[in-house]
Each structure stands twice: as C-alpha cells, then as structure tokens.
C-alpha cells in the first residue's frame, strides 16, 4: 500500500476515484486516527467517499493509470550492498516522445509506481 503522504499528493493533483470492491484507501475513524481501509462488497460508496482521506491505488492500477495517460514503464529490483536495503525502480516515459524517460527508486513497487504517476500528473507530457 502507497503512503499516506503519497496518496494525499495524487489526491491534490487530481487522480479520480470511484469506489470499487477491493480498493484500498485511507480514512479518518476519529480526529487523531487515519486507518488503512478496504472497500469491500456491499459498503456504500458515499460512506466511503465521506470519510476518505485519500485513494491508495494497488500497484496494477498505477500502472494501469501510468499506460492510460500514454506512458510506457519498466520495473526493476535492486539490493542495495549497505544492509541489503531492498529497492524497487520503475521507469516511466512518453510514449513515441524522446528525452522523457525518468527513473523513481523506493522501497516498495507501489510507491516507485505512485512517484511515477505523481510526476506524470504534475509534470509529465502529457
């Protein structure tokens, strides 16, 4: 699951989202609590709605949300030798567009995949 912070970023920017069965977001169950949640079968999509916080969409729907905007991306696995830090590389760029490729290395897919689509939204060629 993205980050919070990650989520609420492709909130602001203006990633839609209509509730679906399995769908992972994050809401506020009281003023100081933020929980991951999962929409389930069932649940009413405006009672979701009202209290999201932000969208956190599963990795084949960034990727997906990535190819819909007319990019391409590649993903990769990286250990890093210092403690055998695990990372994850996804490169994202224009389709059919030249110098556009950009690299974004995190510690899960997810997030690799939100930074791409993040930068897509708010700075890409789109």
């Not at 100081?32 to 009413?44: D, L, N, Q, V």
């Not at 030249?98 to 939100?114: D, K, L, R, V, Y």
């Amino acid at each position: 699951m993205i980050s919070l912070e990650t989520a609420k970023k492709l909130k602001d920017v203006g990633l839609k989202w209509e509730p679906a069965e399995g769908d992972s977001y994050y809401f506020e169950k009281t003023l100081e609590h933020i929980y991951p949640g999962t929409f389930f079968y069932g649940a009413s999509s405006e009672m979701v709605k009202m209290s999201c916080i932000a969208f956190a969409p599963s990795l084949s729907q960034l990727l997906a949300e990535i190819e819909k905007r007319g990019y391409w991306w590649d993903i990769g696995h990286r250990i890093v030798e210092v403690g055998k830090i695990h990372k994850y590389k996804i490169w994202a760029s224009k389709k059919h567009a030249n110098n556009t490729n950009q690299e974004f290395i995190t510690n899960s897919p997810e997030e690799s995949a939100a930074q791409a689509l993040l930068w897509i939204l708010k700075e890409g060629c789109n």
